[in-house]
Every structure is written in structure tokens, then in C-alpha cells.
């Protein structure tokens, strides 16, 4: 079995990571200007712009759930937290509070928020894929069901959701 990368940022964090690339941008811009003249402003937001571009990136790709065959590892980019398999009781795939596609494991004792880990956060799917956001969630899902499968954890599939998935991205089997 492979090693599976989902998980959704909170919007705090997202907010946070904003505020943190927008600043490396600025000090950047701000040291060039400094050091060199106002007339390097333009090189210097281009190369704040590199700076906050890339610690985003890095801040963005360090804020993962990794699903691996011997544990789910949660990571922030300052921490890491490893929760066994035995603690996922089953997998659920619904509605959320924004009204878009939530798949998320049900775990029994810890500290997470209502007892559950959200691997996906998707808007419905109401057509064929269109575009590379589509194909990677389509293959994050696959990917994730196989995974549930293989370690033989009972997934809840709305019955719209399943009709969805069956229609437009051949995934799931559709609801009788």
C-alpha cells in the first residue's frame, strides 16, 4: 500500500500562513529598497514576491494528514501527532456545516474535535472532471477509499454523494 496525502487546513491557519507570506514579501521588498534605492522596488517586489510564494508553499505543503500502513500522521509545520489505525472506528462521507463533501474518520478517545480527522473538504461534484483540481481530488478520493479497504474500515456514503461520484467520476458504486 502506498502512501496516501489528504487533510484540509483550517481557516485560522490559512489566514495565518497569508499574513506570514504577505509579510516575508514585504521585509523582503522593504530590505532591497533599503539597501539599494527606491529604484529597485520593482526587483525587490519580485523577489519578495519569490520569498513569500515559496514559504507559502512550504507552509501549505508541511499542513498535512498522510495515511500510511502503519499510522496517520497529522502535521502542522511545527508538529507532528501519529494516530494508530485501532483508533479509527469508521470512515464517513457527508455534508458539512458549508454544505460541500466532507470525508472524514470517525476515532474513538483522543483530543481531536468532535472526535473526528477530516481528510477531504470538496465542493459537490456535479459534472465530468474539467480540470487538474478535479483529477487530484478524484484520485485523493480513490486513493483514500483504497486505503480504507485495505485496513477493512467501514466507510458511510451518502446516497446523493454516491450517485455523484458514480455519474460524473466512476468512483463509487452507485445507491440503490
Not at 455534508?95 to 463533501?101: F, H, S
Not at 474518520?105 to 481528510?119: I, K, N, R, S, T
Amino acid at each position: 500500500m502506498s502512501v496516501v496525502r489528504a487533510g484540509v487546513v483550517p481557516g485560522r491557519r490559512t489566514f495565518l500562513y497569508g499574513v506570514l507570506g504577505v509579510l516575508a514579501t514585504a521585509a523582503v521588498c522593504g530590505g532591497i529598497v533599503a539597501a539599494f534605492g527606491i529604484y529597485l522596488v520593482f526587483i525587490g517586489l519580485f523577489a519578495g514576491a519569490v520569498v513569500g510564494i515559496a514559504l507559502l508553499m512550504a507552509l501549505f505543503g508541511r499542513d498535512v494528514v498522510v495515511l500510511t500502513e502503519q499510522t496517520i500522521a497529522r502535521r502542522t509545520p511545527l508538529h507532528e501527532t501519529c494516530i494508530p489505525w485501532d483508533r479509527v472506528v469508521a470512515g464517513r462521507f457527508t455534508l458539512d456545516e458549508q454544505a460541500r463533501w466532507s470525508l472524514a474518520l470517525d476515532l474513538q478517545g483522543g483530543d481531536e474535535p468532535h472526535g473526528e480527522l477530516v481528510l477531504l473538504s470538496i465542493p459537490p461534484v456535479v459534472r465530468p472532471i474539467a480540470n487538474a483540481y478535479d483529477h487530484r481530488k478524484r484520485e485523493q478520493v480513490a486513493q483514500i477509499r483504497t486505503m480504507l479497504r485495505h485496513k477493512r474500515i467501514p466507510v458511510t456514503v451518502l446516497p446523493q454523494i454516491a450517485n455523484a461520484l458514480h455519474e460524473h467520476w466512476k468512483l463509487a458504486p452507485a445507491a440503490n
